[in-house]
């Protein structure tokens, strides 16, 4: 008789398009396509990203929880989808969905939860009391860099015992260098004889894109242009302080895009200015498309960029340091401009590959299935 595929839900915050959200969409795709049986529950209702996960066969479901407005009816609508579904592994991913995992477990028992932060710090200091306060809710909390453990052990959100650094995985054959691609993609988008930077990310405070708008000012070359695809809270205070610096000739904002890969092989470097950060998926796809990179030294970005050899680290919330590493990439000569990037693309297929981190995964989840079952028999059904 054949066994039936082990099953796992993965609980996300939303599905808008994100570092994290594309973290569970290759996560569950890429175990769905080994077997495994995978539901996807979302707290917040929609998010652009929801028609990719049907079209990979996966729907996701809602909780209907409406951003910034506790529901306690979502423990009990979680708890019946838990029920009908059995899965023999519960996979939260943001903070809001690790506690509301964490709190479900205490009405509906979970045979093995695991709990997954993507930042170097997921809110204030009442965050990291609820943390520390529903720990022993969790059989693994992991974070997907060092920094970051290193930060929530240092503040006693986590028990050592129950932490485990996991990175993120990128399909790293999606991102690479294509010179047909490049030319393609500049001449759609007018691009000439410019360094063309490119920046990808939320127009929100993490990223700090105030800091890349000074830095730009500060640069008095004009072969400079800076591509900035995506949206957000900040994007009208952004594009107004680009006006006010002088620099709507040198920045153009795209909005959000669905042709990352294509824009990433049209760039000659990419720059983050992000003030703070977990592991940042797109610095992962950067560093794929063999771009050299100039990034803030913020949570797990060192561990990505190696200075010197793949691109350069600066200080965050330093504009001048930043404007200065700008110059420097593109006084550097095009070779070696090209070597640091297939340096960077060799680490992260390395370290970084789709396929090593879900062969992790699936270590993990078969580490806690035995235990899972056990509890399963001695606890019941929720």
Known sequence: ?????????????????????????????????????????????????????????????????RRGVPDPRAILRLRKIIREFHPEIVHSHMVHANLLARLTRLVCPMPALVNTAHSITEGGRWTEIAYRLTDWLSDMTTIICVAGAQRYLQNGSVSKERLRVVVNGLPVDSFRPNQACRLATRKRLGIQEEFAWLAVGRLD?????????????????????????????????????????????????????KDIPELMAAADGYVMSSAWEGLPMVLLEAAASGLPIVATNVGGNGEVVRDGLSGFLVPPSDSESLAKALQRMENTPLGARNAMGMVGREYVIRNYSLSLVLDEWESIYHSLIPKSKELSRAQGSC
Not at 213 to 224: D, Y
């Open 1 to 65: 008789m054949t066994q039936p595929n082990h099953r796992v839900l993965f609980l996300t915050t939303g599905l808008n398009r994100g570092g994290a959200e594309m973290q569970v969409f290759h996560l569950a795709t890429g175990l769905q396509s080994r077997g495994w049986n995978v539901k996807v529950v979302a707290m917040l209702s929609g998010g652009s990203m929801a028609g990719e996960f049907q079209e990979a066969d996966i729907t996701p479901h809602e909780l209907g929880m």
């Open 205 to 257: 405070s993490p990223k700090d894109y105030p800091n890349l708008i000074n830095a730009v000012a500060r640069i008095p070359s004009r072969r400079f242009l800076f591509l900035i695809a995506g949206d957000g809270p900040m994007r009208l205070q952004i594009e107004k302080l680009a006006a006010e610096r002088k620099v709507l000739d040198r920045v153009r904002f795209l909005g959000i895009r």
